[in-house]
Nanobody, 116 residues
Framework: QVQLVQSGGGLVQAGGSLRLSCAAS????????MGWYRQAPGKQRELVAY???????VYADSVKGRFTISRDNAKNTVYLQMNSLKPEDTAVYLC??????????WGQGTQVTASS
């Protein structure tokens, strides 16, 4: 089992920045990918970015150049630095972890609002 606890997020004006954190605990050695998804009202959940245990990163086209995902292995924490936020980035952001056995775990979610 893996537990994910998120922090960060909140309300910011368009053009501003926020950072999300996701701390993993439990069977962390089983995790091979961690990432962030988001879900806006009335829309499907979508991938924002993920990072593999080897450090490879992948971003949605909509956030490339503005968001950066990183991980601190010593703290078992993954971060999402969000710059130049746009109103369309407004959503609930969820941390995600996948294990080598294809188990998936989710954080509790955190609201990010970029006001115009």
């Amino acid at each position: 089992q893996v537990q994910l606890v998120q922090s960060g997020g909140g309300l910011v004006q368009a053009g501003g920045s926020l950072r999300l954190s996701c701390a993993a605990s439990g069977n962390i050695f089983a995790i091979n990918v961690m990432g962030w998804y988001r879900q806006a009202p009335g829309k499907q959940r979508e991938l924002v970015a993920y990072i593999t245990s080897g450090g490879t990163t992948v971003y949605a086209d909509s956030v490339k150049g503005r968001f950066t995902i990183s991980r601190d292995n010593a703290k078992n924490t993954v971060y999402l630095q969000m710059n130049s936020l746009k109103p369309e980035d407004t959503a609930v952001y969820l941390c995600n972890a996948k294990t080598a056995l294809a188990s998936t775990y989710w954080g509790q979610g955190t609201q990010v609002t970029a006001s115009s």
